[in-house]
């Protein structure tokens, strides 16, 4: 009995305790994290299982199976329409973009389920440059607002955006008014495809950051207002947007460490609990430990665990690799409206199309995610959809949700936060927002809209008996495809701009090579019995 209640008022002194330093640890904060550019260049791939494939034992190969393992060799066609892209991409890095446009379109096909991107026409802002049709509309409008008329107000609005997008005050006017009728996320896909076809119209872009921000949307309003201040930098409104980039940040990064102080008691609780059942000091020591690490943020959970990958994994050094993968995820990081990450990237030689990113920006990706792609694009798109996940805390969130989980598998061998980040499961929603957003970085940093689109194509020609690492993860392929291609075309991205085959090809067959000396390396080892 004496016994029992020493334990009892042990684990009260330890629940108050706890407790009490779990309040000081949030107490002492800092409201706001100073923003810090990269030291290093960022790229970001897609997330691997917790544990690679099983090897299987080495066996002869009779002359079938080699022939089967043996890549085919191009068919003239596609040879010719390589040498196109090629060409093509010269053009467009030349500076001669209506020349390489118009050769990307003879070589690339329109999707089969939506129509082609159709001309851009210059933005209109006053009413008077309106053909005598479309003032109609507007008028219509007006009177439907100063009435208060529903179907008066939306219906010549939606006449009116539809048939003349370039009209810039109609398309602000249609979205407050589906607002103001309670249609928000028609109001944001409105302005959405507006600013898309016209990115640089100030009044535009100001609307829909606003919006954003009025949904609590506050990661998508940063990055609406960085995006628009990089491409924009002569904009005498530039600097203005780079604040409203920071200041909707400062709130999203507010959001996600609220959502973290919210799990930390229970996280002590978790810990004291622990104590009381094992009698071990373990339980509460993780309990406190994992709780001050993801009080500290996104690049300290990443950046500890890196540490103990790094360690378990091998890494390949070659620099024309890593400077290349670096290339791509720099271009990308500038227009992700992240710049507090520090961004690393290490090469994994690992033949299977996959990567994964760690929260705070540590990055590892697959050889075989360069081998196996066609171009510079679609590796860009696989890293966009990687980055997007960074950006928008994906893994983050599934941490501070899975630390009270977490910290009751660490009494199980390689249980708690760290075997988390391995096994991340992104919901459906984060994988859309992921590829959507993903598509968008790509489209900012100047490749080809279809990349990540095209990806899935690539990835779908491998797959045999089962689908590919990365896209078993990714469930819902063929969906997943359309409505890539549908945001492409509502939103009229460029498809048919960069697309980097030739030195793609390069460091394409620079990773097949490594991969194959990696491969006689482990056949000379000697195999245990």
């Known amino acids: 009995m004496q016994r029992r209640q020493k334990s009892l008022l042990l684990t009260l002194g330890w629940l108050i305790l706890s407790i009490s330093t779990s309040i000081l640890i949030i107490l002492t904060q800092p409201a706001s994290i100073t923003a810090k550019e990269p030291d290093i260049p960022v790229d970001r791939v897609t997330p691997p299982p917790a544990s690679t494939e099983e090897k299987k034992p080495d066996t002869p190969k009779n002359p079938e199976e080699k022939k089967a393992d043996s890549e085919?060799?191009?068919?003239?066609?596609?040879?010719?329409?390589?040498?196109?892209?090629?060409?093509?991409?010269?053009?467009?890095?030349?500076?001669?973009?209506?020349?390489?446009?118009?050769?990307?379109?003879?070589?690339?096909e329109p999707f089969a389920k939506h129509q082609d991107i159709p001309e851009v026409k210059p933005a209109i802002m006053d009413i008077s440059q309106l053909s005598p049709a479309g003032k109609v509309y507007w008028r219509e409008a007006e009177a439907g607002v100063v009435s208060k008329l529903q179907t008066r107000t939306l219906v010549p609005l939606k006449?009116?955006?539809?048939?003349?997008?370039?009209?810039?005050?109609?398309?602000?006017?249609?979205?407050?008014?589906?607002?103001?009728?309670?249609?928000?996320?028609?109001?944001?896909?409105?302005?959405?495809?507006?600013?898309?076809?016209?990115?640089?119209?100030?009044?535009?872009?100001?609307?829909?950051?606003?919006?954003?921000?009025?949904?609590?949307?506050?990661?998508?309003?940063?990055?609406?207002?960085?995006?628009?201040?990089?491409?924009?930098?002569?904009?005498?409104?530039?600097?203005?947007?780079?604040?409203?980039?920071?200041?909707?940040?400062?709130?999203?990064?507010?959001?996600?460490?609220?959502?973290?102080?919210?799990?930390?008691?229970?996280?002590?609780?978790?810990?004291?609990?622990?104590?009381a059942v094992t009698g071990s000091l373990l339980g509460p020591f993780s309990a406190l430990?994992?709780?001050?690490?993801?009080?500290?943020?996104?690049?300290?959970?990443?950046?500890?665990?890196?540490?103990?990958?790094?360690?378990?994994?091998?890494?390949?050094?070659?620099?024309?690799?890593?400077?290349?993968?670096?290339?791509?995820?720099?271009?990308?990081?500038?227009?992700?409206?992240?710049?507090e990450f520090k961004y690393e990237f290490f090469i994994i030689p690992d033949d299977s199309l996959n990567a994964f990113a760690l929260p705070g920006g540590k990055v590892f990706v697959n050889l075989g995610a360069i081998a196996k792609t066609n171009s510079e694009a679609e590796l860009a798109g696989l890293i966009g959809h990687e980055l997007s996940h960074v950006v928008l805390s994906h893994g983050f969130q599934l941490v501070t949700q899975g630390n009270l989980i977490g910290n009751l598998t660490q009494y199980i061998p390689f249980g708690g936060t760290v075997g988390q980040l391995f096994t991340l499961s992104y919901s459906r929603d984060m994988e859309r927002q992921a590829d959507t957003l993903g598509t968008r970085l790509i489209v900012a940093s100047g490749y080809a809209a279809d990349g990540l689109r095209n990806l899935m194509f690539t990835l779908k020609q491998q797959q045999k008996n089962a689908p590919p690492a990365w896209l078993s993860s990714h469930p819902g392929g063929n969906?997943?495809?359309?409505?890539?291609?549908?945001?492409?075309?509502?939103?009229?991205?460029?498809?048919?701009?960069?697309?980097?085959?030739?030195?793609?090809?390069?460091?394409?067959?620079?990773a097949k090579q490594i991969l194959k000396e990696k491969k006689q390396e482990r056949e000379k080892k000697p195999r245990r019995r």
């Open 159 to 275: 006449l009116l955006t539809e048939q003349y997008p370039e009209f810039i005050p109609g398309q602000i006017q249609y979205a407050t008014a589906l607002k103001t009728y309670g249609e928000e996320k028609a109001s944001l896909q409105v302005l959405e495809r507006a600013a898309t076809l016209y990115p640089s119209q100030v009044d535009l872009v100001r609307a829909r950051i606003t919006a954003l921000a009025e949904a609590k949307k506050w990661m998508e309003a940063s990055l609406a207002a960085r995006q628009f201040a990089i491409l924009n930098p002569q904009s005498p409104e530039a600097a203005e947007f780079t604040q409203l980039a920071a200041t909707h940040l400062k709130r999203y990064k507010s959001h996600i460490r609220a959502e973290v102080r919210s799990n930390a008691i229970a996280n002590i609780i978790t810990g004291a609990l622990g104590y």
């Open 72 to 108: 085919p060799a191009l068919t003239p066609e596609e040879i010719a329409r390589k040498l196109k892209f090629i060409e093509a991409d010269r053009l467009y890095l030349a500076g001669e973009t209506a020349q390489a446009e118009k050769l990307y379109r003879q070589i690339k």
């Open 289 to 339: 430990d994992s709780t001050i690490l993801l009080l500290q943020g996104e690049e300290s959970v990443g950046e500890s665990v890196a540490k103990q990958a790094k360690k378990q994994l091998p890494l390949v050094k070659d620099e024309a690799i890593t400077t290349y993968v670096n290339d791509i995820g720099q271009k990308i990081a500038q227009v992700s409206g992240r710049n």
């Open 479 to 510: 969906e997943r495809v359309e409505y890539i291609e549908d945001l492409i075309t509502r939103h009229s991205y460029n498809r048919y701009t960069y697309e980097g085959v030739a030195r793609h090809s390069e460091m394409q067959a620079k």
